[in-house]
């Protein structure tokens, strides 16, 4: 590639290799003129290296203050509702000060052929040893049926080889899955007094406790090898045992900081469990994509010759402001969660955000004065072998001969990657979203009781639960109204969409009810056509006809549907907002109309591929030995809108650097195409680099032993794996080379942006 005939560094009118003494060192300890004006981010960078001790000794202190008065103020975990009527629902009882028990399930099945309940005194011996040892239990165990007891039938299968004894864990929904501890090992003793039947407990609760034990176990494994894994992705990418460490230390400060945060957060703020984890995850990926990108163009800056201060100066200007800009997208993109008004997404965006937001402020001042701080001697405990070569920063030969033949022929390489791209998005066109019964791996003995259960009772009725409050709630009307209930369970029968018996509750002194109200099917598509029945027809003319009161329904069929219809009705909101703002920032950095546009698409080519992905993987059932899950025919309701913001943002932390690289050039005054070519060969390693140690960050999810989780990561890994390598290295390069000096447009009346237009390209 011809070399360009300036080397002034965009909007600073600065040589980027010129070593004036008035230049050579603003950036290093001691200048007593200070940098001279340049961009935000550069003055912030020269500030911090001039006072090198106090950004780095600062930064620290800020990590440990915000730590302890973590720790001092502790963790209040405010209730996380669901969406809709449920969430409604949710909210009244917690405001009545009433819990919702969780119903717990103990199959007793026979193990022997011709034995049924009526005829094997031991299956009827353990159904009494349940109740007794349940009843010992006031505090982990109420309301226990029997099959033993009047009206106790329907607690039998139809072929008799089946019983259920059945009770509820009272609590807080966030203490159940404790709580339910003595009942599980209690049932356990039983069912080791009785080797010839099977005993085994399922249900919310025991589900609950199984699913926080694998997924602690498997974050706490995850937590211990991601660091290394982490450090010896770096020490290959750097060379040098103490430049690998470098983005170590942000990242895991920003981590940190962030959950410390969190801490304070969730004193008003709901904060669900799960949130951490995903901080983890992403505080780990960005904190080293961006110390990757900082680090790597000093390097290169120094290895062309410049001082310590100049190539400082430079990455400041150029890989710096590249931070700012993608870590704001991230952000913004992230927002976007805020829109779906699901609970549990809240706490995440609180979270990533903040960690990424500590990322960005670590980078543009702590960053900085470490660098200056260590000169030269970030470079020491070099790797043999290949730890020089790793150390000189070179720009990508493979990547230049790529960038070369794509420029050459860009509708033949555009064409092509686009083509394979929407091949691999066709399969999430046929996308279904929903939720499992019981996210658990198939040896998991939970799913196991609970897939039993459902075979041997199918036609067990999903219940329904409606909160009702209001003024006399004990009055005529009201009782004409259960009354009205009851009679259409018992008048519809088995092929109306509600079931008897319709029970009353009166909890929190008199102050509401709990109407339990059985809905016929087993789950899925059956119960929610009898959800709407309920909801549209049953009780508007029933309940709806009392004046005074109001009502809500909640329950596992109403809590699924209402959260899976939540994030259905906001998902086009959600991609509408965060593109909108993705191309109002970009258009800012850029100073370009059409780059926005290009990198929305690109990025959407990127998130449409890993749905494909999934959808293949998960939803059709492919690899499930390998990968070790059991596929309910569909992808976990949440996984799909969370993988959009959090791709969109992430992505755009690889666009941006390339986009800002080859900005740079020509703004240098290279033609649109040689800048094209030595901005990917210069910047595309890098990127692949950090998209390398991303994915290997990301595949720690496809390792935990939860669907849902296994989905996100698998996801996640392929589709920033796709975005570093075809998206950034053939379609990107393609697109801008049809687009030629296009790619600069700015209308007129858009000229009072900040920055400087780029005028026509060199005749070369």
Same mark, same amino acid.
């Given at each position: 590639m011809?070399?360009?005939?300036?080397?002034?560094?965009?909007?600073?009118?600065?040589?980027?290799?010129?070593?004036?003494?008035?230049?050579?060192?603003?950036?290093g300890?001691?200048?007593?003129?200070?940098?001279?004006?340049?961009?935000f981010?550069?003055?912030?960078?020269?500030?911090?290296?001039?006072?090198?001790?106090?950004a780095?000794?600062?930064?620290?202190?800020?990590?440990?203050?915000v730590?302890v008065?973590?720790?001092?103020?502790?963790?209040?975990?405010?209730?996380v509702?669901?969406?809709?009527?449920?969430?409604?629902?949710?909210?009244?009882l917690?405001?009545?000060?009433?819990?919702?028990?969780?119903?717990?399930?103990?199959?007793?099945? $026979?193990?022997?052929?011709?034995?049924?309940?009526?005829?094997?005194?031991?299956m009827?011996?353990?159904?009494?040893?349940?109740?007794?040892?349940?009843?010992?239990?006031?505090?982990?165990?109420?309301?226990?049926?029997?099959?033993?007891?009047?009206?106790g039938?329907?607690?039998?299968?139809?072929?008799g080889?089946?019983?259920?004894?059945?009770?509820?864990?009272?609590?807080?929904?966030?203490?159940?899955?404790?709580?339910?501890?003595p009942?599980?090992?209690?049932?356990?003793?039983?069912?080791?007094?009785?080797?010839?039947?099977? +005993?085994?407990?399922?249900g919310?609760?025991?589900?609950?406790r199984?699913?926080?034990?694998?997924?602690?176990?498997?974050?706490?494994?995850?937590?211990?090898?991601?660091?290394?894994?982490?450090?010896?992705?770096?020490?290959?990418?750097?060379?040098a045992?103490?430049?690998?460490?470098?983005?170590?230390?942000?990242?895991?400060?920003?981590v940190?900081?962030?959950?410390?945060?969190l801490?304070? +957060?969730?004193?008003?703020?709901?904060?669900?469990?799960?949130?951490?984890e995903?901080?983890?995850?992403?505080?780990?990926?960005?904190?080293?994509?961006?110390?990757?990108?900082?680090?790597?163009?000093?390097?290169?800056?120094?290895?062309?010759?410049?001082?310590?201060?100049?190539?400082?100066? $430079?990455?400041?200007?150029?890989s710096?402001?590249?931070?700012?800009?993608?870590g704001?997208?991230?952000?913004?993109?992230?927002?976007?969660?805020?829109?779906?008004?699901?609970?549990?997404?809240?706490?995440?965006?609180?979270?990533?955000?903040?960690?990424?937001?500590?990322?960005?402020?670590?980078?543009?001042?702590m960053?900085p004065?470490?660098?200056?701080?260590l000169?030269?001697?970030?470079?020491?405990?070099?790797?043999?072998?290949?730890?020089?070569?790793r150390?000189?920063?070179?720009?990508?030969?493979?990547?230049?001969? /790529?960038?070369r033949?794509?420029?050459?022929?860009?509708?033949?390489?555009?064409?092509?990657?686009?083509?394979?791209?929407?091949?691999?998005?066709?399969?999430?066109l046929?996308?279904?979203?929903?939720?499992p019964?019981?996210?658990?791996?198939?040896?998991?003995?939970v799913?196991?009781?609970?897939?039993?259960?459902?075979?041997?009772?199918?036609?067990?009725?999903?219940?329904a639960?409606?909160?009702?409050?209001?003024?006399? /709630?004990?009055?005529?009307?009201?009782?004409?109204?259960i009354?009205a209930?009851?009679?259409?369970?018992?008048?519809?029968?088995?092929a109306?969409?509600?079931?008897?018996?319709?029970t009353?509750i009166?909890?929190?002194?008199?102050?509401?009810l709990?109407?339990?109200?059985?809905?016929?099917?087993?789950?899925?598509?059956?119960s929610?056509?009898?959800?709407?029945a309920?909801?549209?027809?049953?009780?508007?003319?029933t309940?709806?006809?009392?004046?005074?009161?109001?009502?809500?329904?909640?329950?596992?069929?109403a809590?699924?549907?209402?959260? $899976?219809?939540? +994030?259905?009705?906001?998902?086009?909101?959600?991609?509408?907002?965060v593109?909108?703002?993705?191309?109002?920032?970009?258009?800012?950095?850029?100073?370009?109309?059409?780059?926005?546009?290009?990198?929305?698409?690109?990025?959407?080519?990127?998130?449409?591929?890993?749905y494909?992905? +999934?959808?293949?993987?998960?939803?059709?059932?492919?690899?499930?030995?390998?990968?070790?899950? $059991?596929?309910?025919?569909?992808?976990?309701?949440?996984?799909?809108?969370?993988?959009?913001v959090?791709l969109?943002?992430?992505?755009?932390?690889?666009?941006?650097f390339?986009?800002?690289?080859?900005?740079?050039?020509?703004?240098?005054?290279?033609?649109?195409?040689?800048?094209?070519?030595?901005?990917?060969?210069?910047?595309?390693?890098?990127?692949?680099?950090?998209?390398?140690?991303?994915v290997?960050?990301?595949?720690?999810l496809?390792?935990?032993?939860?669907v849902?989780?296994k989905?996100?990561?698998?996801?996640?890994?392929?589709?920033?794996?796709?975005?570093?390598?075809?998206?950034?290295?053939?379609?990107?390069?393609?697109?801008?080379t049809?687009?030629?000096?296009?790619c600069w447009?700015?209308p007129r009346?858009?000229?009072w942006?900040?920055?400087?237009r780029?005028?026509?390209?060199?005749?070369?």
């Open positions: 011809r070399q360009p005939r300036s080397s002034v560094l965009p909007e600073t009118g600065q040589s980027s290799h010129e070593h004036h003494p008035d230049h050579a060192g603003s950036l300890p001691g200048d007593p003129r200070g940098s001279p004006p340049g961009p981010v550069q003055r912030i960078a020269g500030w911090s290296a001039r006072h090198r001790k106090t780095v000794f600062g930064w620290l202190a800020l990590v440990a203050v730590f008065a973590g720790q001092m103020l502790g963790t209040k975990s405010l209730p509702y669901d969406a809709g009527q449920s969430g409604q629902a949710e909210q009244t917690h405001r009545l000060g009433v819990a919702a028990p969780a119903v717990e399930d103990v199959l007793i099945q $026979t193990r022997g052929a011709g034995q049924t309940f009526a005829s094997d005194p031991a009827r011996q353990a159904a009494r040893q349940l109740v007794a040892v349940l009843s010992g239990l006031p505090n982990a165990a109420a309301d226990i049926r029997s099959p033993l007891e009047p009206g039938s329907s607690l039998v299968s139809a072929d080889r089946s019983a259920l004894v059945t009770f509820q864990v009272p609590g807080a929904a966030a203490d159940q899955a404790a709580a339910v501890a009942a599980l090992r209690a049932v356990a003793t039983v069912a080791a007094s009785q080797p010839g039947l099977r +005993i085994a407990e399922g919310d609760a025991s589900a609950g199984a699913i926080n034990a694998l997924l602690n176990s498997g974050f706490r494994r995850a937590e211990a090898t991601s660091v290394p894994i982490t450090l010896v992705l770096l020490l290959a990418v750097f060379g045992l103490v430049a690998a460490g470098i983005p170590l230390l942000l990242a895991i400060t920003s940190v900081t962030a959950l410390s945060l801490t304070v +957060i969730s004193r008003w703020l709901p904060v669900g469990s799960n949130t951490s995903v901080v983890l995850i992403i505080g780990m990926a960005v904190g080293i994509d961006y110390s990757l990108f900082y680090l790597r163009r000093e390097r290169e800056e120094r290895a062309k010759g410049a001082s310590a201060g100049q190539a400082l100066r $430079t990455a400041a200007a150029t710096g402001r590249a931070i700012a800009v993608s704001l997208t991230v952000m913004i993109a992230l927002a976007g969660l805020f829109l779906t008004g699901y609970d549990v997404f809240s706490g995440i965006a609180l979270g990533t955000i903040a960690v990424v937001g500590v990322a960005v402020a670590g980078s543009l001042t960053l004065a470490l660098l200056s701080w000169g030269p001697r970030a470079d020491r405990g070099r790797i043999p072998f290949f730890g020089c070569r150390t000189a920063a070179r720009p990508s030969r493979a990547w230049a001969v /790529l960038a033949q794509v420029v050459r022929r860009p509708l033949l390489w555009g064409g092509a990657a686009a083509i394979a791209l929407l091949v691999l998005a066709a399969p999430a046929g996308m279904r979203i929903g939720e019964a019981v996210d658990l791996p198939a040896s998991s003995p799913l196991q009781t609970v897939d039993r259960i459902q075979q041997a009772f199918p036609q067990t009725p999903s219940p639960q409606v909160v009702v409050t209001g003024t006399d /709630l004990t009055g005529p009307a009201m009782q004409h109204a009354g209930l009851q009679a259409r369970a018992s008048a519809d029968g088995p109306g969409p509600i079931r008897e018996p319709v009353v009166p909890v929190a002194s008199g102050r509401g709990i109407v339990d109200i059985p809905l016929a099917g087993s789950g899925g598509s059956v929610e056509g009898n959800l709407f309920l909801r549209g027809q049953i009780l508007p003319a309940l709806g006809k009392v004046s005074g009161i109001s009502y809500a329904v909640s329950g596992d069929t809590n699924s549907y209402d959260d $899976t219809a939540a +994030i259905h009705a906001s998902t086009l909101v959600v991609f509408a907002f593109a909108v703002l993705a191309f109002l920032l970009l258009l800012a950095a850029f100073r370009s109309v059409t780059l926005p546009l290009v990198s929305i698409v690109l990025n959407l080519l990127s998130v449409g591929a890993g494909g992905l +999934i959808t293949l993987i998960f939803q059709d059932g492919r690899l499930q030995h390998l990968l070790g899950y $059991t596929s309910f025919g569909g992808i976990v309701f949440w996984v799909p809108l969370f993988m959009f959090l969109f943002g992430l992505s755009m932390d690889y666009h941006v390339i986009l800002s690289r080859i900005r740079e050039l020509r703004s240098r005054g290279e033609t649109t195409r040689n800048a094209i070519v030595g901005g990917i060969s210069s910047s595309a390693g890098v990127v692949t680099s950090a998209a390398v140690i991303m290997a960050v990301f595949s720690i496809a390792t935990l032993p939860i849902d989780t989905t996100l990561g698998i996801g996640l890994a392929a589709a920033v794996l796709i975005d570093a390598t075809v998206v950034r290295g053939i379609l990107l390069p393609a697109a801008m049809l687009l030629g000096e296009r447009y700015l009346w858009l000229s942006l900040p920055g400087r780029l005028g026509p390209a060199p005749a070369h």
